[in-house]
């Protein structure tokens, strides 16, 4: 099998390097979010639903800012990412907010490792999946940390979207996972002008690819939503609809730009 752990590594070092910037960006709006404003957009809070009482693993949170946006909604969360930056910053703002959560550094794919339990609900989103090269291993974990009856929920960009070259003109990547992309990148998708340079490395994992992986667990599927549209304004050539998601010029209405997925633990 191929050793992936130098392309964790690199990962963590360009995500940590990320969460420097992001935490101060426009994108993340932390100000507005410290004074009460959710990070979840309207899909994944109609499609997850109340999660008032139960207990909510994230799994790649980030700096935790929809971790603690769950928590907000009453939900006993932990998060789980790679990035120590990103978990130094989310245990900051939880404390800072008074947000009762925990939070776990460690690559996903250890996470029975370093975290017990079962969870009623497994939640993940938005720029996840393409940092994992092993969907069967991924989904292990998310049935590992699933409570029977508990419910498993992803919303993420469309693999569409990441056939495309940067400036969103042409396809560039194959659809299906042909193996590790490397990347060289400058900036951030929340800020393209910020000072940092690094090297990451990720997958595409097509929509069969995810789902086979989840229902290979014994997961049942409940629903699979395909939007038309982004909710966050993060790739070259968007426009802003009137309904507040983003599309990308010239290509409105024709690709797919995020997919969801609700699957439930018999
Ligand atoms: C785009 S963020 C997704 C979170 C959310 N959409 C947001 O913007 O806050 C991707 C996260 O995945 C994490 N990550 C990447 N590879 C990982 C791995 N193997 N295990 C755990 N976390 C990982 C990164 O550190 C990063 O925080």
């Not at 979840?40 to 971790?67: A, M, N, P, W, Y």
């Not at 508990?150 to 560039?172: C, L, N, S, T």
């Not at 409940?222 to 998601?245: A, H, I, Q, W």
Request: aromatic fraction near 14%; include cysteine; glycine fraction near 8%.
């Amino acid at each position: 099998m191929e050793n992936y752990d130098q392309y964790f590594e690199a990962n963590r070092q360009a995500w940590n390097l990320r969460t420097g910037v992001h935490k101060d960006s426009e994108f993340y709006n932390l100000d507005a979010w410290k004074n009460g404003a959710t990070s979840l957009t309207s899909i994944e809070l109609r499609e997850v639903g109340d999660v008032k009482g139960k207990s909510l693993l994230h799994l790649q949170c980030h700096f935790g800012q929809d971790t603690l946006s769950w928590a907000r909604l009453g939900a006993g969360v932990t998060g789980c990412d790679l990035s120590d930056e990103a978990i130094a910053c989310a245990r900051q703002l939880a404390e800072e907010t008074k947000l009762p959560a925990k939070f776990v550094c460690c690559n996903v794919y250890d996470l029975p490792q370093h975290l017990e339990g079962q969870y009623d609900i497994v939640f993940t989103s938005y720029g996840v999946v393409g940092w994992l090269p092993d969907l069967d291993r991924w989904a292990a974990v998310v049935n590992h940390f699933l409570k029977p009856g508990g419910m498993f929920y992803i919303a993420e960009f469309h693999p569409v979207i990441w056939m495309f070259d940067e400036q969103m003109e042409r396809f560039k990547y194959p659809y299906h996972n042909s193996g590790v992309i490397q990347s060289e990148n400058v900036g951030s998708y929340s800020d393209r002008y910020a000072n940092i340079q690094y090297t990451d490395y990720g997958w595409n994992h097509s929509l069969s690819e995810v789902i086979n992986s989840l229902t290979g667990q014994g997961l049942q599927i409940r629903f699979l939503n395909e939007y038309p549209y982004s909710p966050y304004d993060c790739f070259d050539k968007t426009v802003k609809g009137d309904d507040g998601f983003f599309r990308i010029q010239g290509l409105e209405g024709i690709i797919p730009m995020v997919y969801s997925i609700q699957a439930i633990k018999p």
